[in-house]
């Protein structure tokens, strides 16, 4: 009973050690506590650390390798060569543009291409022109100047061809061109062409009828106010025509109203233009010449003056003066 009893309790003290942790957990000690007095007191046997085992690798998936879809090729037919075309140019001459025709001249154009024709009969055309023209519109101011210098034109030309009646022309067109100019000077005061033209006709007018004529009828101060205005306003005109006009001016009028002086400055004034000794303008070296003549001093250059106007001219009117001034020397 006794050894019943020591047993029950041994086994209430195991039990109470492993519940309150107290249990060393050692295998070889889990006697009974009655027996563990008796076991001979020995030093652990020292045991080599458990190598624990490595983690199990997990395997790496490895993709199966690709195995490369059979390319298909389809057969392709050789390609033969294309033949060699030769290229072949061909000029294409450009269209043929056939300009318009151009546009109608109007009169007074037509005019302007006659007078610089020169010869009567062209002169008598534009004449015939310009005239309908201011007659048509008697406010257009290029009608009524261009009428003036036709009526100028006309009429020194006849006088240049010594035609029989040519004082009747001069007289007739002279004063008709003095009407055609004072229209324009009306029509215009800031030009010149008004102003150059109406004196122009005074001079083929006076050489029909005589200077003094011409003075009785009080032309002189028209004359010289219309040249002179002329002058301020563009001494250039018509190859220099204001300057010589003047030169001339003061040359043929009658003592004392002459001016020779003056005359001879308009004239140097003159010589020094790009128009002097040209052509068109022969008719100023006779002009000087007979101003020079009067002067023992400058009767030389007079000289050289006329025999210079063959040269510059047929004109067989001033050379004819020339040819007689020359001879009077």
């Known amino acids: 009973m006794k050894k019943f009893t020591g047993t029950l309790m041994s086994f209430v003290l195991v039990l109470f050690l492993c519940t309150s942790n107290l249990w060393a957990g050692d295998s070889e000690i889990r006697t009974d506590p009655t027996e563990r007095s008796s076991m001979p007191l020995t030093e652990?046997?020292?045991?080599?650390?458990?190598?624990?085992?490595?983690?199990?690798?997990?395997?790496?998936?490895?993709?199966?390798?690709?195995?490369?879809?059979?390319?298909?090729?389809?057969?392709?037919?050789?390609?033969?060569?294309?033949?060699?075309?030769?290229?072949?140019?061909?000029?294409?001459?450009?269209?043929?543009?056939?300009?318009?025709?151009?546009?109608?001249?109007?009169?007074?154009?037509?005019?302007?291409?006659?007078?610089?024709?020169?010869?009567?009969e062209n002169y008598k055309k534009a004449l015939d022109l310009t005239t309908a023209a201011a007659k048509k519109d008697p406010n257009s101011f290029k009608a009524n100047w261009m009428a003036a210098e036709s009526c100028r034109k006309y009429g020194m030309d006849a006088q240049e061809l010594d035609l029989a009646d040519w004082k009747d022309t001069c007289k007739l067109y002279g004063k008709k061109g003095m009407?055609?100019?004072?229209?324009?000077?009306?029509?215009?005061?800031?030009k010149a062409d008004g102003y150059y033209w109406y004196g122009m006709n005074v001079g083929i007018y006076a050489d029909a009828t005589s200077i003094l004529t011409a003075l009785k009828e009080g032309l002189k101060d028209k004359t010289q106010n219309s040249f002179e205005t002329a002058y301020k306003i563009d001494k250039k005109y018509d190859k220099a025509g204001p300057i010589a006009a003047l030169g001339r001016f003061w040359f043929v009028l009658p003592w004392p109203l002459n001016d020779d002086d003056l005359s001879l400055e308009y004239y140097r004034e003159y010589q020094q233009t790009e128009f002097f000794a040209i052509p068109d303008t022969a008719q100023v070296n006779v002009h000087i010449a007979e101003l020079l003549m009067?002067?023992?001093?400058?009767?030389?250059?007079?000289?050289?003056?006329?025999?210079?106007?063959?040269?510059?001219?047929?004109?067989?009117y001033w050379n004819d003066k020339a040819k007689a001034l020359l001879e009077d020397m």
């Open 44 to 120: 652990p046997e020292m045991t080599e650390p458990e190598i624990a085992e490595p983690d199990e690798v997990m395997p790496v998936a490895v993709a199966p390798p690709v195995v490369p879809e059979e390319v298909v090729t389809e057969e392709v037919a050789p390609i033969e060569p294309e033949a060699v075309v030769e290229e072949v140019v061909v000029e294409v001459e450009p269209p043929v543009v056939v300009p318009p025709p151009p546009a109608p001249k109007d009169d007074l154009t037509i005019a302007a291409e006659l007078i610089d024709m020169k010869g009567l």
């Open 294 to 316: 009067e002067s023992g001093s400058t009767e030389r250059e007079a000289k050289t003056l006329l025999e210079q106007v063959p040269k510059l001219t047929k004109n067989k």
């Open 179 to 190: 009407a055609y100019g004072e229209k324009a000077i009306a029509l215009n005061p800031k």
